[in-house]
């Protein structure tokens, strides 16, 4: 039954989902165009607010927990476990005023409204993950540029999302990157817990009643042991999703 209701509610979630895509896709144009990076930025926060609640539809709930004060003035490295599309708007509109930026599959970049019109504007980066020469340049340029501008740097070190919620190992290299072209930023682990179950059928229909819970780790001074640091955050992220799990 669960199910079988779940295929006219994503229906109407795809539909809405997309209208608001096209909705936003030329506000995002005019925002960075006519007002510059600051009333871009707001206007993609605005969007992945918007498109958190078109999951109400589904029945989603969210609980984002974050109990650690996180300085403004500092880049930031945000380290996350990866289930599904679904773990991105929360961490842009919770995290906003850290300004969050992406490392992101270059499929991503084109052909889709709003998403890759951001990933190519916003200062993200899109990486060819058949090329690591490229991917890792680019990661290397994020570092720079979250360090200058005292941004944030969102990567998925897993790689791939889980299609079960279970743990992956983190794949380093870029983490590592990241770490020495930003050697002033903190590293904050954030784990994500259900995301997964929003597509416990595949992509069609989705889950309905998730409830996705994001967690926000004390931040990881950067010691200059990329090694350690690493560790330290996919052990917090890894013992958070298995309490779930």
Excluded at 15 to 38: A, D
Excluded at 105 to 112: A, T, Y
Excluded at 162 to 177: A, D, E, I, N, W
Aim: net charge positive.
């Amino acid at each position: 039954m669960r199910k079988i209701l779940a295929y006219p509610l994503t229906i109407l979630y795809f539909l809405i989902f997309g209208i608001i895509l096209l909705v936003f896709h030329p506000i995002q144009w005019i925002c960075l165009k006519g007002f510059g990076y600051n009333a871009h930025k707001k206007s993609v926060s605005i969007l992945n607010l918007v498109l958190i609640w078109c999951t109400y539809i589904l029945g989603t709930r969210y609980t984002f927990i974050n109990k650690n004060k996180i300085p403004e003035n500092k880049p930031l490295i945000i380290v996350s476990n990866h289930q599904s599309m679904n773990d991105i708007p929360p961490i842009i509109w919770h995290m906003r005023q850290h300004h969050p930026k992406f490392v992101s599959k270059i499929e991503l970049g084109k052909g889709i409204p709003s998403v890759s019109f951001n990933l190519r504007h916003g200062g993200s980066v899109l990486i060819d993950r058949k090329d690591s020469k490229q991917a890792l340049a680019a990661i290397a340029k994020l570092g720079e540029y979250i360090e200058e501008f005292n941004r944030s740097a969102v990567i998925f070190p897993e790689g791939t999302r889980s299609r079960t919620g279970q743990p992956k190992k983190f794949q380093t290299t870029g983490l590592k990157v990241l770490i020495k072209k930003a050697p002033s930023a903190l590293i904050v682990p954030i784990s994500i817990n259900n995301s997964w179950k929003m597509l416990r059928y595949g992509k069609f229909p989705y889950g309905i009643g998730s409830h996705l819970i994001f967690k926000v780790h004390p931040p990881i001074p950067n010691t200059g042991d990329p090694e350690a640091i690493i560790a330290r955050a996919e052990e917090l992220i890894k013992q958070d999703i298995l309490t779930h799990l």
